[in-house]
């Protein structure tokens, strides 16, 4: 049963304000609670201005979060100063893969400096030829050639530069790796082979990953469990396959209906759920387990319904 | 079926520091009144320098080297300046892909849609204000007398979308380029933007060309689709054509990379490796042969002609000479060959 | 698509070409074709394909270079009076060319200066002399070494000052950035004219009451610069990795920020050192920079001026230098960012 299994990550009423107290203030995440399971990946969907980029920056502590708990292998990590050693540990452990391949590498840097940073930074390696074979073997994971560890990012591809990014931050060995929108500024015959990259390093060294994105077909693949984002809240819970044969909530059914599929018979048939933006959540709802595994937002009275 | 754009043999160079790219290297396609034909491409395929060229909203350091773009048999490529403005927002007009930049945020949405009206036909400011008002409310703008005095900021992106195509249809252009309209856009948004720009050909009979390297939103909206690779197109054919009988290893590559829904992770994904060549020295043989699974001797040495397939439906690749080996495609591609029986086709 | 040379007849190739060649292990693909080029490279290519500022670079140099080496190069002591030679006019050697043949105006005639004033037959003075009779080329070396020493002096403190302050400004941002910006406002509020006489109560006119108006209000506009750069740099994703792989902000700042801020950080020097340069020269000019003995590019116009009417070549020398020297740093600054952002050029 799901509940046996070892959780990674768990979120406790996470809640993240900006600009607090001022009128432009802004709830992007808001009291949101999930957990993410050793060795699962973990999709988190939703669109532009939904918070799943903010969730995520939190939960690696790019932001200090303003309230709630995040544990991280059983510790609360919420809180732990920026620059302490409990914070250095913990940059070990959790990692972060970019959206936007041509910013997300120092274009200043040559490639084997922008792979070692985190050696670097741990104190890894000893010395110059350890770090080269280390900057090797990384390059060789991720498929390209060793040969150019010498050349700077913008002699590279979009998708190779994206799996430079992943070997940066697969050089510290972490557990769980954050990716954010990895593979959405990609062209779609790169997209597959960064996804296909993810997959075999993850069963390779049991990595966990959340894997944050907009592109429902692309989730849904990847994914074990799903959960669906909207206006700052978690609104849909689910293993993936449940989500995408029962969704439950009326936004992620709009959702899954807008998708396009490669397939004009299927197109000319497909017909679009709306869904009404006006009056999205009231005060007695909240993210309930209506079945098992699956979870809603929802009054009592709607999660009744479903017993 | 009328021709109203025929684009011959188009060839474009860029000159760059480290030399000359060939980034169009030998295009032809015409459109058909009424009807919507999509280009399909990965980023640096060309299929943006392709219809850019056909308004010539190309970079200072292009040049076309060669070909023909026919628009009722005018050649655009000879015309001036001053003829292309007379072309440009009133015959054939473009939507781009980022609805905040083409805005201009210091104007009021209602006279940035009446500009190309007062521009190029002779009609009063009220008359232009007013046909303004009839198109905010023709592409979904809710209340548009009241919002006509609003400015970009005010509205929602996908409103923004709305407010560029209102720009782009307002004097009924027989042709509109819409360059990735959707691909800033959320999944919902996008989806409302395509029904859209459906129902609005419908309603005013224009013709499109719409550019996109998603091929879920072009199993949507064309009738006809062009594959573009490496500054060429690889196939083309009607929709049903490409999506249910594909003949090139590069068209079967890319329908092969997308998982559909029922795709489970116990199937990997099918990737096609590799990166696209660099156009400032484009291979000898077929630009496609290093990535292609299905390469064959004669593909690096020679670049393929275009093979007719059925009536209209055509791919530059190899395997179809007679001579060629019978190669196995990937299983999703035989799915689609299967539906392609149903639905009454002959596949070879 | 109605192509009309499509293929209506297929062409002849034989059937041993229609072997498949694929090899599953071919890592041909990922190989990258082009040379490769550093940023650096990249950026010296376009900046020397670039006449104007190649033209300027090298002007820059040569003067840079003279007025290093000034006592190898300068022809006399820049201080050293003779009275009896005051006024001559431009002489190089024996060569009779029209303006530099030592010949002056008086009284309507043309007279041989050298002769009258009793030098001997091989003295000449290629720029002439002023009223004291020193040497006005050794002067104007002088003058243009004391003009750049001003010069690298300001840039210093743009960098030492305004660099860092606008890193630390940029990235801590909040409350400490605000405070900050308030600093830079009143101190930009303040002239620097008003600086160097305040100055002058306490110091005597000279390098050092210059130098230290230019370090009090000097670094101000790079400190601006630099701290907007660092706003947009510290939401660039590779930062944000760089945080998450535990980078310390002292070496964000080293590793990440001043690389990417370097040409915003040379541009702006170009256009500080002729400022620099300038403000001295005025000072000098209106009385208040450098003192009499020494020579300064401000210094030899304001005496020029007195006497240009009758002796134009005193001020003239002096004035196409420093013009030289200014138009030049900034086309020089034009074109170094066009070579450092190659969007800026089309």
Redesign the interface.
């Known amino acids: 049963m799901a509940d046996e299994r070892e959780k990674i990550v768990q979120v406790r009423n996470l809640k993240q304000y900006f600009n607090i107290g001022k009128p432009n203030e802004v709830k992007a995440v808001d009291d949101i609670s999930f957990d993410i399971y050793k060795g699962e990946t973990f999709g988190l969907v939703g669109e532009s201005g939904s918070g799943k980029s903010t969730t995520g920056r939190s939960i690696i502590r790019l932001y200090d979060p303003t309230d709630g708990q995040i544990l991280f292998n059983g510790q609360d990590i919420s809180k732990i100063k920026s620059h302490g050693p409990q914070m250095k540990e913990f940059r070990r452990e959790m990692q972060m893969i970019f959206q936007d391949p041509y910013a997300s590498l120092n274009p200043r840097m040559k490639v084997k400096d922008i792979i070692a940073e985190g050696l670097d930074v741990h104190g890894l390696v000893k010395g110059e030829e350890e770090r080269e074979k280390r900057v090797r073997e990384l390059l060789d994971m991720v498929h390209l050639n060793p040969e150019h560890m010498t050349r700077y990012p913008y002699e590279f591809s979009g998708g190779q530069r994206q799996r430079i990014g992943i070997a940066r931050a697969l050089a510290v060995e972490p557990q769980f790796v954050i990716a954010d929108e990895p593979i959405s500024a990609l062209d779609v015959s790169i997209q597959a082979q960064v996804v296909n990259l993810m997959q075999d390093i993850q069963k390779e060294q049991g990595l966990t990953y959340m894997f944050i994105a907009h592109d429902l077909s692309m989730v849904k693949y990847i994914s074990d469990r799903i959960a669906v984002m909207y206006h700052g809240k978690i609104v849909e819970l689910a293993d993936s396959d449940e989500i995408y044969n029962h969704p439950l909530h009326a936004y992620t059914q709009s959702l899954l209906s807008a998708i396009p599929v490669p397939d004009p018979e299927i197109e000319k048939t497909r017909e679009r759920i709306d869904f009404d933006h006006s009056q999205p959540f009231s005060d007695d709802q909240s993210l309930q387990e209506v079945l098992p595994g699956h979870f809603l937002y929802c009054n009592a009275e709607t999660a009744a319904s479903f017993k | 079926m009328d021709k109203i754009l025929e684009v011959k043999d188009l060839h474009v160079n860029f000159a760059t520091y480290n030399g000359t790219v060939q980034a169009i290297r030998g295009v032809s396609f015409d459109l058909n009144a009424g009807e919507t034909l999509a280009i399909v491409g990965e980023s640096g395929s060309g299929k943006s320098i392709t219809v850019r060229s056909i308004l010539q909203l190309l970079a200072k350091n292009a040049d076309i080297a060669k070909g023909s773009i026919l628009y009722h048999g005018d050649d655009l490529l000879q015309k001036s300046e001053k003829g292309m403005d007379n072309i440009r927002g009133n015959k054939i007009s473009m939507i781009f892909q980022d609805p905040m930049t083409s805005l201009d945020p210091t104007m009021p949405i209602g006279k940035q849609v009446a500009e190309p009206l007062l521009i190029h036909n002779n009609v009063s400011k009220k008359d232009a204000m007013a046909r303004a008002e009839e198109v905010l409310r023709l592409v979904g703008i809710p209340n548009p007398k009241a919002r006509m005095k609003d400015y970009p900021h005010q509205f929602s992106g996908g409103q923004r979308q709305r407010i560029v195509i209102a720009i782009a249809i307002v004097d009924y252009p027989e042709i509109l380029i819409a360059d990735e309209p959707t691909t800033a856009l959320d999944v919902t948004v996008q989806a409302e933007i395509i029904d859209l720009l459906k129902e609005l050909q419908q309603k005013i009979g224009t013709s499109i060309i719409f550019i996109t390297h998603d091929l879920g939103v072009v199993a949507g909206i064309a009738d006809r689709v062009a594959v573009m690779y490496a500054g060429k197109f690889v196939e083309y054919g009607s929709v049903n054509d490409i999506f249910y009988n594909p003949q090139h290893p590069y068209t079967w590559g890319l329908l092969d990379s997308m998982p559909t829904l029922d795709t489970s992770e116990a199937n990997r994904l099918n990737s096609i490796p590799g990166t696209p060549p660099n156009l400032l020295n484009p291979p000898k043989g077929d630009a496609f042969a290093p990535r292609n699974k299905y390469a064959m001797e004669i593909d690096e040495e020679e670049q393929p002609p275009y093979f007719k397939v059925s009536k209209n439906h055509y791919a530059a690749t190899w395997l179809l000479h007679p001579n060629a080996p019978k190669v196995d495609p990937p299983a999703s591609i035989k799915k689609r060959f299967e539906k392609f029986k149903q639905l009454g086709g002959s596949v070879k | 698509?109605?192509?009309k040379n499509?293929?209506?007849q297929?062409?002849n190739?034989?059937?041993?070409?229609?072997?498949?060649?694929?090899d599953e292990n071919?890592?041909?693909?990922?190989?990258?074709?082009?040379p490769?080029?550093?940023?650096l490279q990249d950026v010296r290519?376009?900046l020397f394909?670039n006449k104007v500022a190649v033209v300027c670079l090298t002007l820059l140099s040569i003067i840079v270079l003279i007025s290093l080496f000034a006592p190898l190069v300068a022809p006399h002591n820049p201080n050293a009076q003779q009275v009896t030679l005051s006024n001559l006019p431009p002489k190089l050697g024996n060569l009779n060319i029209p303006g530099f043949n030592g010949y002056q105006n008086m009284g309507g005639k043309m007279v041989d200066a050298y002769k009258q004033a009793g030098a001997s037959k091989d003295t000449f003075y290629l720029l002439g002399t002023d009223y004291l009779g020193r040497d006005l080329l050794s002067r104007i070396i002088y003058g243009t070494r004391l003009s750049l020493i001003v010069a690298i002096l300001a840039t210093l403190v743009d960098l030492i000052i305004g660099v860092p302050y606008g890193i630390v400004s940029g990235w801590k941002g909040g409350r400490t950035d605000t405070i900050m910006q308030r600093i830079v406002e009143i101190v930009s509020s303040v002239p620097n004219l008003i600086v160097v006489i305040l100055m002058m109560i306490i110091l005597k006119p000279g390098l050092g009451s210059i130098v230290i108006a230019i370090a009090i209000t000097g670094w101000v506009t790079m400190a601006r610069l630099i701290r907007a750069q660092t706003f947009q740099l510290k939401e660039?994703?590779?930062i944000?990795?760089?945080?998450?792989?535990?980078?310390?902000?002292t070496?964000i700042a080293t590793?990440?920020l001043i690389?990417?801020l370097?040409s915003t950080i040379i541009i702006q020097t170009m256009f500080t050192i002729p400022n620099a340069i300038f403000f001295e020269a005025f000072l000098s000019f209106i009385g208040i920079g450098i003192p009499a003995p020494n020579a300064s590019l401000g210094t030899l116009l304001s005496d020029g001026q007195k006497a240009f009417r009758f002796l134009p070549y005193q001020m003239w020398a002096p004035a196409i230098i420093l013009s030289i020297i200014m138009i030049a740093t900034n086309l020089l600054g034009d074109g170094l960012r066009d070579a450092f952002d190659p969007q800026s050029d089309?």
């Open positions: 698509m109605g192509v499509n293929m209506e297929i062409p190739v034989p059937k041993e070409k229609f072997k498949l060649i694929h071919n890592n041909e693909q990922e190989k990258i074709g082009t490769s080029l550093t940023y290519r376009r394909s660039q994703e590779y944000l990795a760089a945080r998450t792989l535990g980078e310390s902000s070496k590793k990440h690389p990417n370097s089309d």
